[in-house]
DNA sequence: TACCGTTGTTTACGCCGTTTACGTTTGTAC
DNA sequence: GTACAAACGTAAACGGCGTAAACAACGGTA
């Protein structure tokens, strides 16, 4: 976002000119919608012509896929920046704020949200090897929620499921999927995977009510989801050992 | 789907043409993805030329919408099916059948399942008033698990918040969806709010898990989601006072 | 048989992504 | 300071898109 593009002029200005297309882009995607991100639009609203931006990016899909993975980093920033207050050893309270934090910004921002997290379009790759550079931005983002969650699980462990209790095929996973993020930061503690699988439950019940809540889908039974989030929040906590009374959001 | 249209001979073909045109649409979505989906295209594969694709549909969001409504019918015919052969006092593998097979219809139908269930393209009427006649489909699809969960209340019921215990707010919408859905639908048996809130929470749970594997966004850490699928229907499950050994997957 | 609404085509307009060919600017090496 | 080459941006064009308007064919009915 704000990084400092190393050489001389001449990438200077041209780093700066594909910032200038990517929130020209993410401008006319938050006011006008996905089906107005056009090239045409952007070069229009920059001052150029079209085919002048196939000197930064190669093709519309390829600027998408930019802007999908610059939406990670920016919800790393939006995330980091919350926790940043926050004493590390009040770990509930860091893992509360991350998931209030990742609703609030969705909310904030809708369809930057669905870039990162709705349908992908066919051709944009998906996230399937963390190693891979191109999801750099994700890896900030998931490591967020793992790190403030490795800090609760090591302050206040909870009761989890053996690794004899799990199914072999998911066990294995698990395991890979730990090793990545284990090697991929080496802070973190040691989690059985018991732990890892009570953590991705819980991600995908964050995921499920704030996607459902940003692409409208709770408009059917809720006017308002605020406390329906909190609602929420407190099931999943209970689920991660959590049975003080949670502190409030800060409204 | 398979609705017998009344009225004279011209009306049938012209309904029958309606459905050539949707099924052709379904067929460019699921094949070429949604990009390919284009007024040109579905006419073209049914020999006629684009304009005359206005005698049938207002304008291509109109079919859009169409296409997406007809989506929850299609879901509702399946879970329907897959419930008639369990007897109606089986109540916990009825909801655990339905869970299965909604996950299962949207592996299948991944691109049909987006439609409705992702982010909806702006200008899509979002779903707010249940007795909306536009939403008769989706009205089906959700009395599917709506019956399904009041049942297995009703047969065992379960430990839930009070109503006192629940955010003012929050139960006002509560009670309200709860009203609507009677109203609809006379067999519900009356329900507490706070069974109307863990049956909204497992319906989100649900829904996450399942829109997570369909769009991509469990790749990150897992390569095969149905034994994580099976683990997070037994934690559905327990908060529903499912304690016993959930019977296995129709594999 | 005359007629009129329904259906479908033709043509056209203004968008779109993208390619090609062409100038113009700009940093650099002599 | 001048020559050169790369980078940058434009103009023109192609095919495809959604859509509108005018027009032709068909079919049930009077």
Known sequence: MSAIPAGGRRER???????????????????????????????????????????????????????????????ADALEEALAGIPGDQVELRLLTAARRFRSWAVEHPRDFGLAFGMPLPGLSQVKDLTDP????????????????????????????????????????????????????????????????????????????????VFGHLGFCLTDVQDFFEAQLTSVAAALGITRTLPGPTA
């Open 13 to 75: 200005v041209r780093a700066a000119t594909v910032q200038e297309i990517k929130a020209t882009a993410r401008r006319l995607l938050a006011q006008e919608g996905p089906q107005a991100v056009t090239l045409r639009a952007i070069a229009r609203e920059m001052g150029m012509t079209a085919p002048g931006l196939y000197r930064y990016f190669p093709s519309h899909e390829d600027l998408w896929e930019e802007l999908c993975h610059d939406t990670y980093g920016a919800m």
């Open 134 to 213: 191109a999801h750099l931005s994700g890896m900030r983002f998931a490591l967020v929620f793992t790190r403030a969650f490795g800090q609760l699980w090591s302050a206040r462990p909870f009761p989890v499921l053996q690794e004899e209790e799990i199914a072999p095929a998911l066990a294995e996973q698990l395991r890979r999927y730990r090793d990545a993020m284990a090697a991929a930061e080496p802070g973190l503690p040691d989690l059985p995977l018991g732990v890892v699988l009570v953590f991705l439950q819980a991600w995908v019940q964050l995921y499920g009510v704030v996607t459902m809540e």
